[in-house]
């Protein structure tokens, strides 16, 4: 019997050999990178790194496919925001097989918007693929609890204080190489 939603009493397959078991362990660490490496190419807008973790034939919307739909979808989307971060939490697995699995991701997340910083709560239900020995993310679900107000942020100097810092996220050279693409407003 399969839940709605990932992770939520499937049945879960087990491994039942000592080389199973320890894949399945290497599996796990390897599909739990997958949500922060993907926070992490939203955040510093590298849309590359982005793509690289989903499957190649990744569907994207009703009728489009593949990474460099992906790319192109993602990279218009994120033209509409200003700086973002995505604080990656709680990931449940549920594995059907050794190849394939599904998740939930809880995530807080944070969008700069006309000087405003707007914070919300979300969660993905995610199915993962592995591929050539490799996990994909197949797909990506985003569900939203909501938004909280917008508040103004000051920025904070730590220099004073003997600290010195590269301000995020201008200090990822592909958060500069998204906006020279120069998008419309």
Not at 69 to 98: C, P, Q, Y
Not at 99 to 122: M, N, P, Q, S
Not at 177 to 183: A, C, H, L, M, T
Request: negative net charge; aromatic residues 12%; contains cysteine.
């Amino acid at each position: 019997m399969t839940s709605t939603f990932p992770g939520a009493g499937d049945q879960e397959w087990q491994p039942s050999t000592t080389d199973e078991k320890l894949d399945h362990l290497r599996s796990a660490q390897q599909i739990q990178q997958l949500p922060m490496r993907y926070a992490l190419a939203i955040d510093s807008r590298d849309m590359d790194a982005l793509a690289e973790l989903f499957v190649e034939d990744v569907r994207v919307g009703k009728r489009l496919y593949g990474r460099d739909e992906l790319k192109r979808w993602m990279t218009t989307t994120l033209a509409k925001l200003g700086r973002t971060i995505h604080l990656v939490a709680n990931h449940i697995l549920s594995f059907s097989d050794a190849d394939h699995a599904t998740g939930v991701v809880y995530c807080r997340d944070e969008v700069e918007r006309d000087g405003y910083w707007i914070v919300g709560h979300l969660q993905y239900w995610d199915t993962y693929e592995r591929r050539g020995g490799r996990w994909y993310f197949v797909r990506r679900l985003y569900n939203r609890w909501g938004v909280v107000d917008e508040v103004v942020r000051t920025r904070i100097d730590f220099e004073d204080q003997g600290l010195t810092a590269h301000e995020l996220p201008h200090a990822w050279p592909t958060w500069k190489q998204f906006q020279d693409q120069g998008f419309p407003e």
